[in-house]
């Protein structure tokens, strides 16, 4: 079965920080070239926030300078550095992954894998 959990969520300051992971279990190799982490909070649509494929990393502009996105392949594991959080950071984040790279990747529809989330708050 195809699964993706994450981690690492919870409760933080404004400043401070978290590291989300991501196991991505019975995914196939090709169809984790290009893994995302997403976010929702109530009402909104879900908002890409960072991706990364063959050695590269994107991310949406309200997070650049303050996250990075990381993978370990050999591990099957995706992980997001959050530092500097903000308010505005609060969401449910949720990991994702597709075949191919990562053009596009802000497109939530294209990706046919996702987590159940792990929240984070901060406050």
């Known amino acids: 079965d195809v699964q993706l959990v994450e981690s690492g969520g919870g409760s933080v300051k404004p400043g401070g920080s978290l590291r989300l992971s991501c196991e991505a279990s019975?995914?196939?190799?090709?169809?984790?070239?290009?893994m995302a982490w997403f976010r929702q909070v109530p009402g909104k649509e879900r908002e890409g926030v960072a991706a990364?494929?063959?050695?590269?990393?994107y991310y949406v502009d309200s997070v650049k300078g303050r996250f990075t996105i990381s993978r370990d392949n050999a591990k099957n594991m995706l992980y997001l550095q959050m530092n500097s959080v903000r308010t505005g950071d609060t969401a449910m984040y949720y990991c994702?992954?597709?075949?191919?790279?990562?053009?596009?990747?802000?497109?939530?529809?294209?990706?046919?894998?996702w987590g159940q989330g792990t929240q984070v708050t901060v406050s």
């Open positions: 994702t992954a597709r075949r191919g790279g990562c053009i596009g990747w802000e497109r939530r529809t294209m990706y046919p894998y």
């Open positions: 990364t494929d063959f050695g590269s990393g």
């Open positions: 019975g995914v196939p190799r090709a169809s984790r070239d290009c």
